[in-house]
């Protein structure tokens, strides 16, 4: 167990809808990434927060988004899905300074299905 | 362009011999270089980093990683494999001089006979 949590586990819905995950970092890591992973892309970065601010951002869509919260857990929202959309979402967290990239932990991953 | 490649998609070895995932880079200025594991069904495990010093990085399970600047490589190594190896593979790299950016190889499926 990495100490980081995912919600919800599993989630199926229609082509157009808007879905959020989240997720909650280990005690005390301030940044959060987000990955997609599906079997035409592989594993993409899609951004990280660092203590409430975006850091660093990959290859996340216009319709997708993120934030983190005070409290440092983290959402994502993806809208307009459309069936390529559908991928395993990973979280990690890390105790990540300002400058030296630190170990992620990763979460089990939410799989959403876009029927 | 900036990238990571991992030449094989698919790695075959023997329980007991050494084994060998290669990863090689392309990124401007000096990098922070990682290799994650996973399992079926599961999340992304961290293996290994190297961030700056000695270029030969150990890390966890046995594994152990060289940096070669000159050929831009950060192969993944292990002595002698065991069966529960086998698992996907991933490298990935962040530009020291670039921090907003996190690439990832493409995964290297490692398969350990018995």
């Known amino acids: 167990d990495s100490g980081v949590t995912q919600t919800p586990k599993h989630l199926i819905t229609a082509t157009g809808q808007r879905v959020t995950l989240r997720c909650s970092p280990r005690s005390g890591d301030l940044s959060v990434y987000w990955y997609q992973q599906s079997l035409d892309q592989g594993l993409q970065f899609l951004i990280q927060?660092?203590?409430?601010?975006?850091?660093a951002k990959g290859n996340i869509l216009e319709r997708f988004s993120a934030q983190q919260f005070p409290d440092l857990h983290s959402e994502l929202n993806l809208s307009s899905l459309e069936l390529g959309d559908s991928a395993l979402y990973f979280c990690?967290?890390?105790?990540?300074?300002?400058?030296?990239?630190?170990?992620?932990?990763f979460g089990p991953g939410t799989r959403l299905t876009v029927l | 362009a900036q990238s990571v490649a991992q030449p094989e998609d698919q790695v075959n070895v023997a329980e007991g011999n050494p084994l060998t995932v290669k990863c090689t880079y392309s990124?401007?200025?000096?990098?922070?270089l990682f290799w994650y594991v996973q399992y079926p069904n599961r999340g992304l495990q961290f293996l290994l980093k190297?961030?700056?010093?000695?270029?030969l990085v150990k890390g966890s399970y046995g594994f152990e990683a060289e940096f070669n600047k000159s050929q831009t490589s950060f192969h993944l190594k292990k002595p002698s494999a065991l069966v529960s190896d086998s698992a996907l593979y991933f490298c990935?790299?962040?530009?020291?001089?670039?921090?907003?950016?996190?690439?990832f190889g493409s995964g290297t499926k490692l398969n350990v006979k018995p």
């Open positions: 190297y961030i700056t010093g000695d270029n």
């Open positions: 990935a790299v962040r530009p020291y001089d670039n921090f907003n950016k996190f690439y």
């Open positions: 990124v401007s200025g000096n990098p922070y």
């Open positions: 927060y660092y203590n409430g601010e975006e850091r």
């Open positions: 990690a967290s890390s105790a990540e300074g300002r400058l030296i990239p630190d170990t992620q932990y």
